[in-house]
């Protein structure tokens, strides 16, 4: 009965302790993870909370080490050890890189029934087949952020994990998969902002999610749903040509995920974006804290942020209404769609580089060629 208690007060200590760093780490689920996590996972994520991380990063660790204690419960009947011996990272491996047609004749090849069943009735665990090559790697790769963190060394660059890993997924070929099936380019986004049209206030606020998401360079939903007015600076107007002067203002992005230490990205927007941004603050008296939030059945805006999934769920809702296919387009399409328009208007890559903020050239042209490639010169050498 006392070693009951005892537990008791451990999974109760873990969830005050899952609280003090909840307004920095968002976490579902609070009551569920202080049974599932250890005192030492607690720690570890409050010290990379201390450190500073990234909230995106963080969010992920923590989802990640959520499924890997879930999985070593589940596939050892005991927490993950510290650090984890290389049959285990095998074990790992072979559990979630499989392939269907030899498991049809081999029960016992892939995830076995038992483990399958308690991480699904966990709800850690909801498609069927073998995972994503690209997510093992990155739970791998969490596994081993956090095995440093911990100030221990692990096994995960062993050849023989690398050998099985590589042969699992050569064993088992994937066609990779976009966040996005079709990129929101600029004729698409015209269709999503027609249908924001009523002078609401939520079609003022879904107007300026939409433009300022796609305006400031195809910006993550995580960063949309962050956003907050002291991020804000009004600059110079831009001189034109042909008309009045056009309203600009900076938003300081502060760490990304493509930044590192103290870094700060900043990007610009011109124009009709700064007027539809400036319009919804107004319309709903917002001058400081977050920019995008919910709004109640009779019209209160809400003082809390809108999170990431919501900013997602807003642009297929807006697809729907658009007479589009819902399944097709995502918030990430507002990401691969800047940079495809900008193929399709002649922008140079590295210009609008700057306003996406990617660092990579290759992930970049994989968005911008995409939409010369298939109709280019390239394509019709013969």
């Not at 689920?29 to 994520?45: H, I, K, N, S």
């Amino acid at each position: 009965m006392a070693k009951a208690k005892t537990s008791l007060t451990a999974v109760e200590r873990r969830a005050e302790e899952l609280d003090t760093i909840a307004a920095v780490l968002p976490i579902e689920r609070r009551d569920e993870l202080a049974e599932l996590l250890t005192d030492q996972d607690v720690e570890t994520l409050k010290h990379l909370v201390n450190q500073g991380m990234g909230d995106n990063t963080l969010r992920a660790l923590t989802s990640d080490l959520a499924y890997l204690e879930a999985w070593g419960l589940a596939a050892t009947g005991r927490s993950l050890p510290w650090p984890a011996p290389e049959a285990l990272l095998l074990k790992f491996v072979a559990h979630h890189l499989w392939d269907p047609e030899k498991r049809a004749n081999d029960p016992d090849h892939g995830m076995p029934d038992d483990v399958d069943e308690k991480l699904r009735r966990q709800g850690f665990l909801k498609s069927t087949g073998p995972h994503a090559p690209d997510t093992v790697r990155r739970r791998l790769a969490s596994w081993s952020t956090l095995t440093k963190w911990r100030g221990l060394d692990g096994a995960f660059a062993s050849p023989a994990l690398k050998s099985a890993i590589r042969l699992a997924v050569r064993a088992v070929p994937r066609t990779r998969r976009r966040k996005s099936k079709k990129a929101v380019t600029g004729d698409v986004l015209a269709k999503l902002l027609s249908t924001c049209s009523t002078g609401s206030l939520r079609d003022l606020r879904d107007r300026a999610i939409l433009m300022v998401a796609f305006a400031s360079g195809g910006r993550r939903r995580s960063e949309i749903a962050g956003l907050r007015v002291e991020q804000f600076t009004d600059e110079a107007p831009i001189e034109v040509a042909d008309g009045p002067p056009l309203p600009s203002l900076s938003i300081h992005l502060g760490r990304t995920k493509t930044t590192s230490g103290d870094e700060d990205d900043v990007v610009y927007l011109t124009g009709r974006p700064v007027e539809t941004l400036k319009g919804w603050l107004a319309a709903a008296k917002i001058d400081k804290g977050s920019v995008f939030r919910g709004i109640g059945r009779w019209g209160t805006v809400s003082k809390r942020a809108l999170d990431p999934q919501s900013i997602n769920a807003i642009i297929k809702q807006r697809v729907e209404m658009a007479g589009l296919e819902a399944g097709e387009f995502s918030a990430h399409g507002l990401r691969s769609g800047y940079l495809t328009e900008a193929a399709n208007r002649g922008i140079p890559l590295p210009e609008a580089m700057e306003q996406s903020r990617h660092r990579s050239v290759q992930q970049a042209s994989a968005y911008y060629n995409s939409a010369t490639r298939r109709s280019g010169r390239a394509a019709r050498m013969l």
